[in-house]
């Protein structure tokens, strides 16, 4: 199939189909959807007492439902024009979506495992609304959706109209910025630690509770089986239960760890980030396959993120902040997911971002702000104490115990207090804070859109304030500050920021 787009004549007027594939990748993928009418269909025709026409059902279904694909691909057709994208679809309401070059931030590529049998491909158009990708494309050949990312590109970037074949637009294939072997995908695993197998396993039997034989969530229930196997548990020796707890402990343990790794290889394989000149590019995947170009231009901040664990290790992850944020996943423009800090600065240094140096100086913060905000909760508490003395029968001695609620808080405060610091050196913003999650934002004070200055009631009687920095694609803010710390920092992030032109910024790359 021809998947050239040429902009005179009929064919132009009619626009492109999506490949032919897509229908066998999306039946496939649609069959979980399939299985409540099958099973609806064979309950209805009576068929469940011929089970010779059980088959016969299913594959009427089977074919009304890939009747339906293909009218919905026959009427679906895609044109690029100078100024935008136009999607067209619908069966019997037609609907047509522009989409401006303009608004048009990163074009990604991804495919699934049966995508990648049928060399096919997902196109994505992600915009700078926070909503994710605004049209997608699915399916294309592979070829048609790497020419496809490149002339958007060219239009964005203002070249010529005639879009470059795939020839001209390939890339020389160099040595990795970063790239992630098994060793790192084993480690970065054995951090993720996970154990949402259970939740997952607890979801199903929720769901298809009424095929079980007991009440999942009804621990008498597990005791009543144990005991029908002869087991009495009120005979088990003290120790045989502390080793029966000890080895489901390490049972959990090692579950844990695998999901962690498991998951790690299935999103993380084969992890690498090229340098090219439309940008970065980054590929991953084991079963799905994602290619995303993320121009140079649209880089806003860095995030170097780290833990109390992996830190003293030395590990470190970096992502960026660009103007098409995805809110829907935080990992979408992670560059490096573990890294050193020799590895991830250069990177940085690719988008103009730089490492703060010996000579920048990081403050903490006021230690009353994280007081006031523990204090926040003491009514709370002191309204729980008297429910508890006068509802629960229990004595006043016992409610105190409430009070280690604002205790720990105070506590943690004080561990963020410590984490914490500010600074700006006259060219780039830096924030750390967080003590699990630790995270240290530099951004470019030439990025900065917007500066505000915020107080809350209870702030305003500690005399602190807020520095909150506006900047396409995310924010980033300052606590504890004095007011008059807050302003002279305003006044000398605005004498670099305000003269900047954004929408050539932006357009660039």
Same mark, same amino acid.
């Given at each position: 199939?021809?998947?050239?787009?040429?902009?005179?004549?009929?064919?132009?007027?009619? !626009?492109?189909? /999506?490949?032919? /594939?897509?229908? &066998?990748?999306?039946? &496939?993928? !649609? +069959?979980?959807?399939?299985?409540?009418?099958? %099973?609806?269909?064979?309950?209805?025709?009576? *068929?469940?007492?011929?089970?010779? +026409?059980?088959?016969?059902?299913?594959?009427?279904?089977?074919?009304?439902?890939?009747?339906?694909?293909?009218?919905?691909?026959?009427?679906?057709?895609?044109?690029?024009?100078?100024?935008?994208?136009?999607?067209?679809?619908? &069966?019997?309401?037609? *609907?047509?979506? *522009?989409?401006?070059?303009?608004?048009?931030?990163?074009?990604?590529?991804? $495919?699934?495992p049966l995508a990648r049998l049928l060399g096919i491909g997902e196109v994505k158009f992600e915009t700078g609304g926070g909503e994710g990708e605004d049209a997608k494309l699915s399916y294309v050949s592979l070829e048609e959706a790497e020419r496809l990312r490149e002339t958007v590109r060219a239009r964005k970037a203002g070249m010529v109209a005639q879009e470059a074949s795939a020839e001209e637009v390939a890339e020389v294939e160099t040595s990795p910025v970063f790239a992630m072997d098994t060793k790192r995908l084993v480690i970065l695993g054995i951090y993720s630690f996970s154990l949402v197998i259970f939740a997952v396993l607890g979801g199903v039997a929720q769901q298809f509770d009424f095929l079980l034989p007991f009440d999942w969530w009804d621990f008498k229930d597990?005791?009543?089986?144990?005991?029908?196997?002869? =087991?009495?548990?009120?005979?088990?020796?003290?120790?045989?239960?502390?080793?029966?707890?000890?080895?489901?402990?390490?049972?959990?343990? =090692?579950?844990?760890?695998?999901?962690?790794?498991?998951?790690?290889?299935?999103?993380?394989?084969?992890?690498?980030?090229?340098?090219?000149?439309?940008? %970065?590019?980054?590929?991953? !995947? +084991?079963?799905?396959?994602?290619?995303?170009?993320?121009?140079?231009?649209?880089?806003?901040?860095?995030?170097?993120?780290?833990?109390?664990?992996?830190?003293?290790?030395?590990?470190?992850?970096?992502?960026?902040?660009?103007?098409?944020?995805? *809110?829907?996943?935080?990992?979408?423009?992670?560059?490096?997911? +573990?890294a050193h800090l020799d590895e991830i600065w250069p990177i940085a240094a690719e988008a103009g971002i730089g490492a703060p140096t010996a000579d920048t100086l990081m403050q903490r913060g006021r230690f009353t702000w994280w007081v006031a905000g523990s204090l926040l909760v003491l009514p709370v508490v002191f309204a729980a104490m008297a429910a508890v003395t006068l509802f629960a029968d229990a004595s006043p001695a016992k409610s105190l115990l409430l009070l280690l609620i604002p205790a720990a808080m105070l506590i943690i405060g004080a561990v963020e207090w410590r984490i914490y610091r500010h600074a700006d050196d006259g060219a780039q913003l830096y924030v750390r804070r967080g003590w699990w999650r630790q995270q240290l934002t530099v951004m470019p004070q030439v990025r900065v859109q917007s500066?505000? &200055?915020? $107080?809350?009631?209870?702030?305003?009687?500690?005399?602190?304030?807020?520095?909150?920095?506006?900047?396409?694609?995310?924010?980033?803010?300052?606590?504890?500050?004095?007011?008059?710390?807050?302003?002279?920092?305003?006044?000398?992030?605005?004498?670099?920021?305000?003269?900047?032109?954004?929408?050539?910024?932006?357009?660039? !790359?």
């Open positions: 199939m021809n998947h050239a787009l040429p902009e005179t004549g009929d064919h132009a007027a009619a !626009g492109e189909r /999506l490949h032919p /594939l897509g229908l &066998i990748a999306g039946l &496939i993928a !649609g +069959l979980p959807q399939l299985i409540f009418p099958m %099973f609806a269909a064979v309950f209805g025709t009576g *068929s469940r007492d011929q089970p010779e +026409l059980i088959p016969i059902v299913i594959l009427a279904v089977l074919l009304i439902s890939l009747f339906f694909r293909w009218l919905a691909w026959l009427r679906f057709h895609y044109h690029v024009g100078e100024d935008d994208i136009r999607i067209e679809r619908g &069966i019997l309401s037609r *609907s047509a979506r *522009s989409i401006p070059y303009d608004r048009i931030q990163d074009v990604s590529v991804e $495919q699934k597990w005791i009543g089986i144990a005991e029908e196997n002869g =087991v009495d548990i009120t005979r088990i020796n003290r120790s045989v239960q502390i080793g029966g707890a000890i080895i489901a402990l390490t049972a959990l343990t =090692v579950i844990g760890f695998a999901t962690g790794i498991v998951r790690t290889f299935l999103k993380e394989y084969g992890f690498r980030l090229d340098r090219t000149t439309k940008g %970065f590019r980054r590929r991953r !995947g +084991l079963l799905t396959l994602t290619d995303v170009v993320m121009p140079v231009a649209r880089v806003q901040a860095a995030v170097v993120e780290t833990g109390p664990i992996r830190k003293r290790s030395g590990w470190h992850a970096l992502k960026f902040v660009s103007l098409a944020q995805e *809110s829907k996943d935080e990992s979408h423009h992670m560059v490096a997911p +573990l500066v505000e &200055i915020a $107080q809350s009631p209870l702030a305003h009687l500690a005399g602190l304030v807020s520095l909150r920095f506006g900047v396409a694609g995310g924010k980033l803010e300052m606590i504890a500050l004095s007011r008059e710390t807050a302003e002279a920092i305003r006044d000398r992030v605005l004498a670099v920021a305000a003269p900047v032109d954004f929408s050539e910024i932006n357009r660039r !790359g």
